[in-house]
């Protein structure tokens, strides 16, 4: 893994974030009004080395419990920034004022007040959400890495990736928040406002892979509900939208064979995540249930009988 990712841009952008993290934890070091939180800040570049050691070794889950620990640090420096007197209230809480006024759901409820954060019902507090039922145990699967050695599958290797950019992301801005309210033009303050232009395009790159791998899911669900067209829309879109295919690819009028020659020739020299969609989006567009060994996941009980180490094949 480490090998294939040598001259990749995720792993470039790996770099390049912990760089950008110890630079910012040295310039809290030395600022009064944030050297307190420094702590926070070490404990960020901890979980994003654990985050980057357990997706090269092939412990996604591990990762998704990491970036649940920087989810809690993003809200709080959020929270802080609100309301820079819950620092030292912060600080110097007991175990009592830790649980009634400093728990996750509190400072989420805060900031979902404020309108900060992106803390509606579709959005990162879904993602907090989805974290918190990862890490504890439940009767049902979820669409993310079980615990131990995760799934080979082409599209899983990648979630450590996408889990790892896009906290990123969103830490930065936290960061950026807590720093231009307490300390304003501080060397901290113009570090956290920079976009490392590697991590970005880390994230856009392992976002397409994301965005695939729905998509795929979406599709058949949606085939399955007898919405052929929106279930075509759901590949066809990104695929659009990221260059792959346009809007004369397939013939109006093409036949199935046309269409599989098509879409299997746009795949050449593709990435794992767009061969697969563009082969989900043949399955789909000749209303045929998409295998569930594209996604890697089981998109129904009937789908345990499909061997995931079967070759795809594609039915004229």
């Known amino acids: 893994m480490s090998a294939k990712l040598l001259n990749n841009i995720r792993l470039q952008g790996a770099n390049e974030l912990l760089v950008q993290l110890d630079q910012i934890a040295r310039a809290f070091e030395v600022e009064a009004s944030l050297k307190h939180l420094n702590f926070l800040i070490d404990r ?5 080395e654990t985050a980057i050691e357990v997706t090269l070794s092939g412990y996604w889950a591990v990762a998704f419990d990491a970036m649940r620990d920087i989810l809690e640090i993003q809200f709080f420096l959020m929270d802080f920034a609100l309301c820079t007197a819950h620092v030292d209230e912060w600080l110097s809480a007991d175990d009592r004022t830790l649980r009634r006024k400093f728990s996750p759901v509190e400072v989420r409820r805060r900031l979902k007040a404020a309108d900060v954060g992106n803390l509606g019902e579709d959005a990162a507090s879904i993602d ?4 918190s039922m990862g890490l504890h145990v439940r009767p049902n699967n979820m669409l993310v890495p079980t615990k131990g050695l995760s799934s080979p599958h082409p599209l899983h290797r990648d979630m450590g990736s996408w ?9 930065f801005i936290a960061i950026a928040m807590f720093t231009h309210s307490v300390a304003p033009n501080s060397e901290a303050d113009r570090l956290a406002g920079q976009d490392p232009p590697l991590v970005v395009s880390a994230w856009m790159e392992a976002n397409k892979s994301q965005t695939l791998f729905r998509a795929i899911i979406r599709s058949e669900e949606k085939r399955r509900k007898r919405d052929l067209g929106a279930a075509a829309m759901e590949l ?12 004369d690819t397939i013939g109006r009028d093409a036949k199935n064979e046309e269409i599989n020659a098509a879409l299997l020739e746009l795949g050449k020299g593709k990435s794992q995540a767009v061969k697969r969609a563009l082969i989900a989006l043949a399955f789909i567009l000749q209303d045929q249930p998409v295998p569930p060994q594209l996604a890697g996941v089981l998109l129904s009980e009937a789908d345990e009988a499909v061997d995931p180490t079967a070759e795809m094949t594609l039915q004229p």
């Open 44 to 48: 960020c570049i901890a979980d994003f």
């Open 128 to 131: 907090y959400k989805g974290h």
């Open 163 to 171: 889990e790892i950019f896009e906290h990123s992301r969103t830490l």
């Open 236 to 247: 066809v879109r990104p695929l659009y939208d990221m260059g792959i295919i346009t809007s």
